[in-house]
C-alpha cells in the first residue's frame, strides 16, 4: 500500500475544520453565502497554515452542487457545509480536467506558464467553474507574473485563481492589487496541542498534555509540522505517547536537561553546568541543536515569569536568550560548534561582577620603582576591594605580576573566563589607580599563561 503521510489525510474537509484562521473561516463563509466570492485570491501566510488546503476548499465550494442551490435559495450556510463533500462535483474535483494546481517554484517560466494557463480562456469541461492553484507565486520570473496579470485583470467568465505565497513582500504590487488578500496567521500553540489530543484519541492513542504542548511548540504556528511530527511519534507508539516518547523519537534534549543547563547558568555553577552539558550532548545532538531547543526552553520560561511578575528572572532570561542567539551565530561560522557552545555558557555561568566597580586609591601616593613594590601595590588593592565586589577580589587573586616596564604593568591570568572579567571598563580604572600611585600614566596589560 503507498504511504500516505498524515498531513494530507486530515487536511481540513470544511472551512470549518481550518483551524486558527477564523477571521478567514468568517470571511468566507458569509461571501460564500451572499454570492460574493471574488475570481483572484491571494493567499498569504507561513508554511503549513492551511493556505493551499483553503484554495482547495474554496475551489471545491465554487462547483458545490449544495453551496450553489443555498446560494440560488439565498438558504444560509455553516462553516462545517462548505463544501459539502458529498454531491458529485465535490466527489470528482480532485480528477478534474478544469482543477489545476502547480507550483511555480518548478514552474517558474514563462513557457511553463503559458503551457499551464493555455485553456483558461476556453470553458469549463466539467464544472461550473475552472481553477487555478497556483503555490509559491512570489517564485515567477516577470514575465510569467505578467501572463498572469493578463488573466486577473480580464478574468475569463468562469475562471477562478488562487494564488498561495509565504513571501507577500516578494510577490509584485500588480498582483497584490488585483487580488483579494487572505492573511493566515500562525496557528496558536494551544489550538494546535488541543487539535493533536483529539487527533491522537482518535487513532486511538493517548497523547499527553505535556507531549503535545512539545510537538505544538515544535510546530511554532505550523499546523502541518505538528501533525508530521505528531506522525513521527504515532508511528512509534503503543497506546500512549508521553513527552519522553517525543524527545526520544524526535531526537530532541529533554526539559529537564535544558532546566538544568538554565539553573546552572543562573546560579553560576559550572560544575552542575558540565555536567548537564555532558548529558545534553548525549542525546546525540549537535550543540546548535541544543542551543535552539534553550531559546525555546527560554520563552517557555520566560512566559511563566511574565505571568508571575518575576522581575529579576525575566531579565535574567532576556539576557541569556540574547547571548545564546550570538552563540548560535558564532557556532554557525566555526569548524568547532561544540566547544564554542560549552565555552561560552561556561562564560555565561561565571559569577557576574557590577560594572560599578569602587577602586579606592589609597592616599599615599609614594614613588614605587621595583616589581615588588609593584606586586605589595596590587596586594593593597586587593585588601581595598570592598565585600560587595568578593568575586573581583578572588579574581584579582589569580592575577600575577609578569613585568613592569616601560611603565607597562603587565598582568597574566591562567584561566580565560577569569581573564576576560577584567573588561576595558575594569582595565581602565586598574590604570587609574596604578597611574595614580606611580604618579605617572601607567597602562595595564593582560595575557593568559595556561601552563
Ligand atoms: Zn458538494
Do not use: W
Request: with cysteine; aromatic share 6%; glycine share 2%.
Amino acid at each position: 500500500m503507498a504511504y500516505e503521510a498524515m498531513y494530507t489525510k486530515v487536511r481540513p474537509k470544511t472551512l470549518a475544520q481550518l483551524l486558527g484562521q477564523d477571521h478567514i473561516t468568517t470571511a468566507l463563509t458569509r461571501a460564500i453565502c451572499n454570492d460574493r466570492l471574488s475570481h483572484a485570491y491571494l493567499l498569504v501566510g507561513t508554511r503549513g497554515t492551511g493556505k493551499t488546503s483553503t484554495a482547495r476548499l474554496l475551489a471545491k465550494a465554487m462547483n458545490c452542487e449544495k453551496v450553489l442551490a443555498a446560494q440560488k435559495s439565498k438558504q444560509p450556510l455553516e462553516s462545517f457545509e462548505i463544501p459539502c463533500g458529498k454531491c458529485p462535483s465535490c466527489l470528482s474535483i480532485n480528477s478534474s480536467p478544469d482543477n489545476i494546481e502547480f507550483d511555480a517554484a518548478s514552474n517558474r517560466s514563462v513557457d511553463d506558464v503559458q503551457r499551464l494557463l493555455s485553456t483558461a480562456g476556453l470553458a469549463p469541461l466539467q464544472s461550473r467553474v475552472k481553477t487555478y492553484i497556483i503555490d509559491e507565486v512570489h517564485m515567477l520570473s516577470f514575465e510569467a507574473v505578467n501572463s498572469i496579470l493578463k488573466l486577473i485583470e480580464e478574468p475569463p467568465p468562469n475562471v477562478a485563481f488562487f494564488l498561495a505565497t509565504t513571501e507577500f513582500n516578494k510577490v509584485p504590487q500588480t498582483i497584490r492589487s488585483r487580488c483579494q488578500i487572505l492573511n493566515f496567521h500562525l496557528v496558536p500553540n494551544d489550538t494546535v496541542a488541543m487539535y493533536l489530543q483529539k487527533l491522537s484519541k482518535s487513532l486511538g492513542v493517548e497523547l499527553s498534555k505535556d507531549a503535545a504542548k512539545k510537538l505544538a511548540r515544535l510546530a511554532a504556528g505550523s499546523m502541518r509540522d505538528a501533525v508530521t511530527y505528531f506522525d513521527q511519534c504515532y508511528a512509534m507508539a503503543d497506546k500512549t505517547i508521553s513527552l519522553d516518547d517525543v524527545n526520544k523519537n524526535l531526537g530532541l534534549v529533554s526539559d529537564s536537561d535544558l532546566d538544568e543547563i538554565i539553573l546552572a547558568v543562573k546560579d553560576n555553577n559550572r560544575t552542575a553546568l558540565n555536567e548537564s552539558i555532558n548529558h545534553a550532548f548525549r542525546s546525540g545532538l549537535s550543540a546548535i541543536s541544543i542551543a535552539e531547543a534553550l531559546i525555546g526552553r527560554l520563552r517557555d520560561v520566560e512566559f511563566n515569569s511574565l505571568k508571575n511578575r518575576r522581575d529579576t528572572e525575566l531579565n535574567f532570561i532576556e539576557n541569556f536568550s540574547a547571548e545564546i542567539r550570538k552563540i548560535i551565530v558564532e557556532m554557525q561560522y566555526s569548524g568547532v560548534p561544540d566547544i564554542i557552545f560549552e565555552m561560552a555558557l561556561m562564560k555565561l555561568a561565571a559569577p557576574k561582577i557590577s560594572t560599578q566597580t569602587e577602586i579606592v586609591p589609597v592616599e599615599d601616593a609614594a614613588q614605587i620603582e621595583s616589581l615588588d613594590d609593584i606586586k605589595r601595590c596590587l596586594n593593597e588593592l586587593r585588601t581595598e576591594i570592598s565585600d560587595r565586589e568578593k568575586t573581583l577580589r578572588a579574581a584579582l587573586n589569580q592575577a600575577n605580576v609578569v613585568s613592569f616596564a616601560n611603565d607597562i604593568l603587565t598582568l597574566s591570568f591562567t584561566s580565560e573566563t577569569v581573564s576576560d572579567m577584567f573588561n576595558e571598563n575594569r582595565m581602565a580604572k586598574f590604570e587609574e589607580y596604578f597611574s595614580k600611585k606611580l604618579n605617572r600614566p601607567v597602562k595595564v596589560a593582560k595575557v593568559l599563561n595556561k601552563d
